[in-house]
């Protein structure tokens, strides 16, 4: 089974950016889905942006903070999406996790998240003013 692992999180001012990264264990094949996720304390989980394996007919989806600000793209020789955030914002503080299934979940944010195979532990992002 596929399993992922986030990194790229920290401590940031406003203002600045990070890059997330979501590696893989397996090939991301065309038509698995990829999401971002975050949660910040005492939220609901938010989806932050999805992209599938054959992104290039599909392309990404992004919630509304996250457009103009976040992009998700994909590696597939190294295994791995990226959420290059710019422009973070305080209230940009949250957990971020990213899922893997085969799921519908890339064309239907209204899916449920038990579509999801696989999730990755986390990554914390804070972002201060």
């Known amino acids: 089974q596929m399993y992922l692992v986030e990194s790229g999180g920290g401590s940031v001012q406003a203002g600045d950016s990070l890059r997330l990264s979501c590696i893989a264990s397996?090939?991301?094949?065309?038509?698995?889905?990829i999401a971002w996720f975050r949660q910040a304390p005492g939220k609901e989980r938010e989806t932050v942006a999805t992209?599938?394996?054959?992104?290039?007919?599909?392309?990404?989806v992004y919630a509304d903070f996250a457009k103009g600000r976040f992009t998700i793209s994909k590696d597939n020789r190294k295994n791995t999406v990226y959420l290059q955030m710019n422009s973070l914002k305080p209230e940009d503080t949250a957990m971020y996790s990213c899922a893997g299934g085969y799921t519908r979940f890339c064309r239907d944010w209204e899916r449920p998240l038990s579509d999801f195979e696989t999730w990755g532990q986390g990554t914390q992002v804070t972002v201060s003013s």
């Open positions: 992209i599938r394996g054959d992104s290039g007919d599909r392309p990404p």
């Open positions: 397996e090939y991301i094949t065309s038509s698995y889905c």
